[in-house]
């Protein structure tokens, strides 16, 4: 199973909004509701923001947000604040009991 | 609700490096462990998981007939073993307890250990 395909990384200016990629296939994204998104800081594990394509944790930031289009996920940070600075991951099922991550994002607040 | 995992291990290459983590604050045999690594300059990866309570476990093509996972329910428990390690193994292992959809789908993970780093070198 190949990792997920996300853009190295993403930037945008304090308050902005961006958007991060994540693409598979029909066997993956596509195929399942069972797309998730982590946010993780360097030496730190990595932390749920985003499950079920579009669901949000409770004590997650409404201004993060998921969709879909065909195969491909995305995940949607409005009004960019510093402490979003971080690595991004997609990760999605793939049946059979497995699952796979995306390469992940390195965003960047300007 | 919280993972705890074994402190750092340093590894000749060939040799093999057991994790565990340990589990509080839930129900240990209601959920599966996954084992999720990072090594240096690259992503997660996925690696596998297993079920305490009936032992069952499922693992990423990569690593199987490379890697076991166990658990010991009595002091919930459980443990990832790499063996015939390689340099490019070298990162950090992570446990997370995985939440299953109603038809046993893996949907999200959470809680997330702190982490384990494996350093092989000769």
């Known amino acids: 199973q190949s990792a997920l395909t996300q853009p190295a990384s993403v930037s945008g200016s304090l308050g902005q909004t961006i958007t991060i990629s994540c693409t598979g296939t029909?066997?993956?994204?596509?195929?399942?509701?069972?797309v998730s998104w982590y946010q993780k800081f360097p030496g730190k594990a990595p932390r749920l923001i985003i499950y079920?394509?579009?669901k949000r944790p409770p004590s997650v930031s409404d201004r993060f947000s998921g969709s879909r289009s065909g195969n491909a996920a995305f995940l949607t940070v409005s009004g960019l604040q510093p402490e979003d600075e971080a690595d991004y991951y997609c990760?999605?099922?793939?049946?059979?009991?497995?699952?796979?991550f995306g390469g992940g994002t390195t965003l960047t607040v300007l | 609700e919280q993972l705890g995992q074994s402190g750092a291990e340093v590894k000749k290459p060939g040799a093999s490096v057991r994790v565990s983590c340990k589990a509080s604050?839930?129900?240990?045999?209601?959920?599966?462990i996954h084992w999720v690594r990072q090594v240096p300059g690259q992503g997660l990866e996925w690696m596998g998981w297993?079920?305490?309570?009936?032992?069952?476990?499922a693992y990423a093509q990569k690593f199987r007939g490379r890697v076991t996972m166990t658990s010991d329910t009595f002091i919930t428990t459980s443990y990832l073993e790499v063996s015939s390690l390689r340099p490019d193994d070298a990162g950090v292992y992570f446990c997370?307890?995985?939440?299953?959809?109603?038809?046993?789908?893996?949907?999200?993970?959470?809680?997330w250990g702190q982490g384990t780093l494996v350093t092989v070198s000769s």
């Open positions: 997370t307890r995985g939440v299953l959809t109603e038809n046993y789908e893996i949907n999200w993970f959470g809680p």
């Open positions: 604050g839930y129900n240990f045999t209601d959920f599966d």
């Open positions: 297993m079920n305490p309570k009936s032992g069952n476990t």
């Open positions: 029909s066997g993956d994204v596509g195929g399942y509701n069972l």
């Open positions: 079920e394509v579009i």
């Open positions: 990760c999605s099922y793939v049946g059979r009991s497995m699952e796979v």
